[in-house]
C-alpha cells in the first residue's frame, strides 16, 4: 500500500471510494462525499491522502482545521476514513492515522491528530 497526497487527478476515483464504502452502510445519508468535496473547494482539507493499491486508489483520508470549545488552535480533525469494501476491517485505517500523526509530529488522540507545532 502507498500512502501519498491527493492529486487533481484522484478526485473522480475518491468520490467513487467513498459512495461505494458508505453504499450499504446503516447510518449514512450517502453525503460523505458532497462533504468532501465541498472542504475541498473551500480549500479547507489541510491533509488529504490517498491509499493506492496496485495503482488503484482504494482508500481516502482527510484532515481540517478544528477549532476546540475552549478556543484552543492548531488541532486537526480527521472525518471518516474511506476505504472500498474489499479493504475494509483490515486494521489499514489505524495504521494510516498512525503514520499521518507521527509524520506531522502530533500526538495520535481518539477522533484527532494534535497539535502539528
Known amino acids: 500500500m502507498i500512502l501519498r497526497k491527493e492529486m487533481a487527478a484522484d478526485i473522480e476515483a475518491t468520490t467513487e471510494v467513498t459512495i461505494a464504502a458508505f453504499k450499504n452502510h446503516p447510518i449514512s445519508n450517502h453525503t460523505e462525499q458532497f462533504i468532501i468535496n465541498t472542504l475541498r473547494d473551500a ?50 485505517l489505524w495504521v494510516i492515522v498512525a503514520a499521518v500523526a507521527m509524520a506531522n509530529g502530533g500526538q495520535l488522540e481518539r477522533g484527532r491528530v494534535g497539535r502539528t507545532r
Open 43 to 92: 480549500d479547507a482539507l489541510t491533509i488529504s491522502l490517498v491509499a493506492e493499491i496496485d495503482g488503484r486508489v482504494v482508500g481516502h483520508i482527510a484532515f481540517s482545521p478544528v477549532i476546540i470549545s475552549d478556543g484552543t488552535k492548531d488541532w486537526y480533525g480527521w472525518g471518516r476514513f474511506f476505504l472500498l469494501p474489499d479493504y475494509q476491517k483490515q486494521g489499514m
